[in-house]
T-cell receptor
């Protein structure tokens, strides 16, 4: 299995631009998670899906952030408009089964907003 | 919410040394994972260990759920073991994996 796939790996954009991050979970996994890692806040959960349905989005920082999962093999995290404080590494993870199972992380997208 | 504290925050060792990393958590958990974030930023699963003991090569982990702590042991350290080690937990009744702040391990040749 290829593992969790994320794209792009690096993104540099200017403040105000729309940013779309993409994730392909491990085939057969029914949970998908989006995390953000910063020096100040560490690793924090933004949102997670079960069978393509958003379950908990309480970690999404504000309305500028949105996430979708149109099918079992694809999810997007969108920031519109982007701000410099959104600069971080964004990870996607997936797992088989409920929250008592191992989560497998993708390589992350390093986002820099100028 | 649950608090996850890792110690020490930083650890510098010579190649070949052994190390013990600790994770304390403030509530009962039904999921505990150890991750290694390598210098390239990749998060790699080491153990899923909400209780008991597991071993994988030079690494082993023990979680004493009743006392709310977990230990990660690394024996005969290699330079490739360098990076940040994270403990992450899901407390009973919760739905989120909460990460500690990590232990930064540096193995010098």
């Amino acid at each position: 299995d290829a593992g969790v796939i994320q794209s792009p790996r690096h993104e540099v954009t200017e403040m105000g631009q729309e940013v779309t991050l993409r994730c392909k979970p491990i085939s057969g996994h029914d949970y998908l998670f989006w995390y953000r890692q910063t020096m100040m806040r560490g690793l924090e959960l933004l949102i997670y899906f079960n069978n393509n349905v958003p379950i908990d989005d309480s970690g999404m920082p504000e309305d500028r952030f949105s996430a979708k999962m149109p099918n079992a093999s694809f999810s997007t995290l969108k920031i519109q408009p982007s701000e410099p404080r959104d600069s971080a590494v964004y990870f996607c993870a997936s797992s088989l089964g409920a929250l008592k199972e191992t989560q497998y992380f993708g390589p992350g997208t390093r986002l820099l907003v100028l | 919410g649950i608090q996850v504290e890792q110690s020490p925050p930083d650890l510098i060792l010579q190649e070949g040394a052994n190390s013990t990393l600790r994770c304390n958590f403030s509530d009962s958990v039904n999921n505990l994972q150890w991750f290694h974030q390598n210098p390239w930023g990749q998060l790699i699963n080491l153990f899923y260990i909400p209780s008991g003991t597991k071993q994988n090569g030079r690494l082993s982990a023990t979680t004493v759920a009743t006392e709310r702590y977990s230990l990660l042991y690394i024996s005969s350290s290699q330079t490739t073991d360098s990076g940040v080690y994270f403990c992450a937990v899901v407390s009973v009744g919760a739905q989120k994996l909460v990460f500690g702040q990590g232990t930064r391990l540096t193995i010098n040749p």
